[in-house]
């Protein structure tokens, strides 16, 4: 029920940082977990990170562990994704996500954004 934009996406090379932020409007935010996917063309859509509600709790695909960080400000309606170290092969449409089921049901996520672009060249 609650709607999600993202932004923040770009172009960046190989080894840059980039920040996704992800605003939500029509619910208080804090009555939702949150997560990032992301879809590269022709791929499925894939599971990046979770956080739980309070964010004390958060899960990372194995992909992007040690590089990739979740957070989030119930206070603004925000969630975060800064990523770091990135590769060309973290090229994708980045999606914010809100489920409220458990941070860690992946397939309990049911409201989406409509994307941002990240691309990482070589």
């Known amino acids: 029920q609650v709607q999600l934009v993202e932004s923040g996406g770009g172009l960046v090379q190989a080894g840059g940082s980039l920040r996704l932020s992800c605003v939500a409007s029509?619910?208080?935010?804090?009555?939702?977990?949150m997560g990032w996917f992301r879809q590269a063309s022709e791929k499925e859509r894939e599971f990046v990170a979770t956080?739980?509600?309070?964010?004390?709790?958060?899960n990372y695909a194995d992909s992007v562990k040690g590089r990739f960080t979740i957070s989030r400000d119930n206070a603004k309606n925000m969630v975060y994704l800064q990523m770091n170290s990135l590769k060309p092969e973290d090229t994708a449409v980045y999606y914010c996500?809100?489920?409220?089921?458990?941070?860690?049901?992946?397939?309990?996520?049911?409201?989406w954004g409509q994307g941002t672009q990240v691309t990482v060249s070589s």
């Open positions: 996500a809100a489920t409220k089921d458990t941070y860690d049901y992946a397939t309990g996520y049911a409201d």
């Open positions: 029509g619910r208080t935010l804090s009555g939702y977990a």
């Open positions: 956080i739980s509600r309070s964010g004390n709790s958060a």
